[in-house]
Structure formats: structure tokens, C-alpha cells
């Protein structure tokens, strides 16, 4: 069973996009093939970032994108990291990836294999493709990690949930280059930014480039230089958090200043957005219901802009509803990849709504197999669970009249109710199991990746002990909290 068959729906929204992308200047039609840097933060508020009205920080750099490009005021991801990651990359929902939710610390689980990513699309097309960051789709089998699934090159981690100096998680270490274990000295969040500066100043500008750029920051465990702690010591139980969010601003207009000292600003498209909504004590989420790890509007509504100057007008803004699986067939058609070569695609080319203000080319969201969004009306089924977020009564909420979730209109309006549940029914014939929880053999390992670990296990064992990198790990020291 597939699932592309047209309906009445999906023609009017290729009409809209025609007429859309009619409008598109005339600098986007006859631009070259850009390059495309994502930059991705992890767990930051909705409101942290300046151009939200964010007090407590300053975001320079990431309010510059906005303010010389587009905001995407309704864009959208998914509650956790893995899944919105994994929607990021294939273009498809995170309940057909295999990926709704994440590994845990000793899974040997990942990204299902026949799942096609943007990065494989966009080296096939003739990219440089490169990623420094957090990966978190498969941190064990070799299969699953970010060489195996298009990238030319990858710095960092495969996992989560890393010490920022040590760059090891609960005593095992998870830094990397290109296959091969890393250990070094360095404040993770500028070790990122200066391997994608290095890459960049060393590029051969024959070849476009996509670098793919997923921050630690602002994730716990929540650290940052000295310097920058200093300046956030009157809010201890926020301040690192907001130490690690002025770095990671600063990291970003270090590689934002490397592409504009090769001269490529013009050639460039730059996106900044955020995996997920803030979690609950660290963060607030604006005006938005709802935290990490909740299907409210606070949980998977993010702050998304890009910029592409002489292309994307400046001062831009569009509220059309989008989604993260948009990017993979938005990023292909300014690349000339073919987006449609792997599974069918979830995600709809919305280059005319980003760079012209079109109307967006979708109306439906399948937020989860529990949760729809179509057009303005958000169904919540009842009983809808995930993580820490606790079995939901029905709710139904007119996002476009109340996005603060406020207004539960189920009862009054039971054939939306009715209409909404039997298109969740169609999208759950077409779920894919997970792989199984299987847990990496020998557990723990001295570092993760099952080739890496046989290679260089011991010799990483030897130094990492020399080093005194477990005792310097902060999760793995952290005092663990009594059961109540």
C-alpha cells in the first residue's frame, strides 16, 4: 500500500504553489544553485531568541537572519529531538522513520535503513556535504550514522546528552570525526562553529555546500566557559542555560562571518531554527501552550527564519502553516536534487510561501498518529500521551482564533471531531514499526559506534582514564534525585 494518491486537497494546494511561485523575484529565478547551512538549536524557548522579544540574551546573529530574511511564524516540528531531526532529514513523518522516539543511552536502535535523507539527495546532486553536531538517529551501528546516510563529512556526536568539555555522556566518550574518535580540549558549542568555519575557508568554490550545523546548546547538562557564566550568576537556576544561548549565538556569527569572508553571502541560504519547544522549569514558550515533549502548541511550535540576501526579501514574515518534512523538498528544488527517489514524501516544496509570501502548500499536519492539525482546527485524541506528557482528554482548538490552546471546543463542534478522527484512521495504515530496543552488546562501551568502539576502545579506555574524563563528566556525576 503507497501513500500518493491525489485528492481534491492536494491539487488546490499545486494550484496555490503554481500561482505562488509565479511571484517569486526575479533574483530567486535566475539565482545559482545556493549553498544551504542549517543551523539547529536544541531545547531553546520560544521567546529566548531577541526577534521573539527575548530580554534575558542577546541573539545578534540569530536575530540578524530574521531581520534580513523571513520568519516562519507557524513553523512546526515535533516534541522531542529525535523525531523532528529524522522529519528534518527524510521529509517524512517520525512514525514512518522509526523514529518517534529516541534511543535510549544503550540502544543499539536508529533511523529505519530505507529511509533516503536530504543530505543523501543533496550529495547526489553534486554538494559537499557536511554536518558538525548532534546527529541523535543511531549512535551504534554502523548503518546508522551520519557518514552511512549522506554525509561527506561529519564532526561531533551521535547521541545526546553530552558533557560540553568532555565531550563524553555518562563516562563514555562520543566526539568524533569521520569515523574515528576524538579527544580534545574544547567547549563543544565553538569546537562546532570552528569546524564548519575551517571547512568553509578550505572549500572549493566550484562545489555548492550544505552544511548541516545541530547544536548541543541550549540542551542540558546546561555549561558554558566561565566568562559567560559570570554574566547570568544572579539567575542560578536559569543562568547556564542562558550562558550556553549567548554561545551559541556567538558560534553562529562566527560562521555566518567565515561565509562573508569567502564572499558567499549572496550564494548562501542560512536557516535557524529549534528542534523542540523549551522544557518546563528552564524555559517559558511565549504565548504558547505547553512544553518538550507536548503536542501543545508550546511544545512543537518553534522559531524558524532564514536568509538568502538579494533573494529573500528583508523584514519578511509568513504565517502559513509548515512543517519540518517541508525542508527536505524545499532544500532539493533550489538544488536541482531529486526529492522524490526514496519513500513517499510527507514534506511539500514551500519555497514560494518563504521567499514571496505565497500561501503555504500545505493545510494538514499529522503532528502524531494521536494528534492532526487541518487547516485551523488541532484535534488532541483522548487518551493522546507522550513522555512527560500525561494522558490528554479530547481536545479540539481553533489554532488561527486561539493558539494559546485555551478554548477546548470538542464538545460543541462533534462532526470536526468526527471528520478529524477518521483522517487520523486513514494515516495509521500506513505506521512503521520501530526497529527493536536491542541494547549494545558489553554495555557501556569506551565510545560510541560499533566500529569505532572494537578499533579504538582501548586505546581511547586508556586515555580517557589518563584524562580523568569520567570524573569530569557532568551527567555522570550528577547527584541522582531520591524517589519520592
Not at 571547512?199 to 555546500?209: T, V
Amino acid at each position: 500500500m503507497t501513500d500518493t494518491s491525489p485528492t481534491r486537497r492536494d491539487l488546490l494546494r499545486t494550484l496555490a504553489g503554481l500561482a505562488g511561485g509565479s511571484l517569486i523575484s526575479r533574483a530567486a529565478a535566475k539565482a545559482p544553485r545556493p549553498n544551504i547551512v542549517v543551523f539547529l538549536s536544541d531545547d531553546m524557548g520560544w521567546d529566548q531568541v531577541g526577534y521573539n522579544g527575548g530580554k534575558e540574551v542577546p541573539t545578534p546573529n540569530i536575530d540578524r537572519i530574521a531581520r534580513e530574511g523571513v520568519r516562519l511564524t507557524q513553523f512546526y516540528v515535533q516534541p522531542v529531538c529525535t523525531p523532528s531531526r529524522s522529519c528534518l532529514m527524510t521529509g517524512r513523518y517520525a512514525w514512518k522513520t522509526g523514529t518517534e522516539r529516541r534511543p535510549s543511552t544503550a540502544s543499539r536502535q536508529g533511523m529505519l535503513r530505507d529511509e533516503r535523507t536530504v543530505a543523501e539527495a543533496l550529495r547526489d546532486a553534486g554538494y559537499a556535504t557536511w554536518m558538525a553536531g548532534k546527529w541523535h538517529l543511531g549512535e551504534w551501528q554502523s548503518h546508522h550514522l551520519p557518514r552511512a546516510r549522506g554525509f561527506e563529512h561529519h564532526y561531533g556526536f551521535y547521541g545526546a546528552l553530552i558533557d560540553s568539555f568532555t565531550h563524553t555522556r555518562e563516562g563514555i566518550l562520543d566526539w568524533h570525526r569521520n569515523g574515528a574518535p576524538v579527544i580534545e580540549e574544547g567547549y563543544s558549542t565553538f569546537l562546532l562553529a570552528e569546524e564548519a568555519r575551517r571547512l568553509i575557508a578550505q572549500h572549493d568554490l566550484r562545489r555548492p555546500f550544505f552544511l548541516y550545523l545541530p547544536f548541543n546548546a541550549v540542551h542540558g547538562p546546561n555549561q558554558a566557559p566561565e566568562e559567560y557564566l559570570k554574566k547570568y550568576a544572579h539567575m542560578p537556576r536559569v543562568g547556564p542555560q542562558r550562558a550556553q544561548l549567548e554561545c551559541m549565538d556567538v558560534a553562529i556569527g562566527r560562521v555566518l562571518k567565515a561565509i562573508a569572508d569567502r564572499g558567499l553571502d549572496r550564494q548562501t541560504l542560512a536557516m535557524f531554527t529549534n528542534d523542540n519547544g523549551g522544557p518546563q522549569r528552564m524555559t517559558t514558550n511565549g504565548p504558547y501552550r505547553g512544553f518538550k515533549s507536548h503536542y501543545h502548541e508550546g511544545g512543537i511550535r518553534v522559531p524558524a527564519a532564514l536568509r538568502w540576501p538579494g533573494v529573500i526579501p528583508p523584514g519578511a514574515a509568513n504565517d502559513g502553516m509548515l512543517h519540518a518534512v517541508d525542508l527536505l523538498p524545499t532544500l532539493c528544488g533550489l538544488a536541482g536534487a531529486a526529492a522524490n527517489k526514496g519513500l513517499p514524501l510527507d514534506g511539500r516544496d514551500a519555497w514560494a510561501a518563504i521567499a514571496s509570501g505565497a500561501r503555504s502548500p500545505r493545510d494538514e499536519i499529522v503532528h502524531s498518529l494521536q494528534v492532526l492539525r487541518q487547516g485551523d482546527w488541532k484535534l488532541i485524541e483522548e487518551g493522546a500521551t507522550y513522555y512527560t506528557w500525561e494522558a490528554q482528554p479530547l481536545q479540539l482548538y481553533n489554532i488561527r482564533e486561539d493558539p494559546g490552546e485555551k478554548n477546548n471546543r470538542a464538545r460543541e463542534r462533534p462532526e470536526i471531531v468526527a471528520k478529524l478522527r477518521e483522517r487520523l484512521a486513514a494515516h495509521r495504515k500506513f505506521a512503521r514499526q520501530e526497529e527493536p530496543p536491542e541494547r549494545i552488546p558489553n554495555f557501556p562501551p569506551a565510545v560510541y559506534g560499533e566500529e569505532e568502539n572494537a578499533r579504538h576502545g582501548a586505546w581511547v579506555r586508556e586515555r580517557a582514564e589518563a584524562l580523568g574524563l569520567k570524573q569530569q563528566d557532568a551527567k555522570a556525576n550528577r547527584p541522582r534525585r531520591k524517589k519520592q
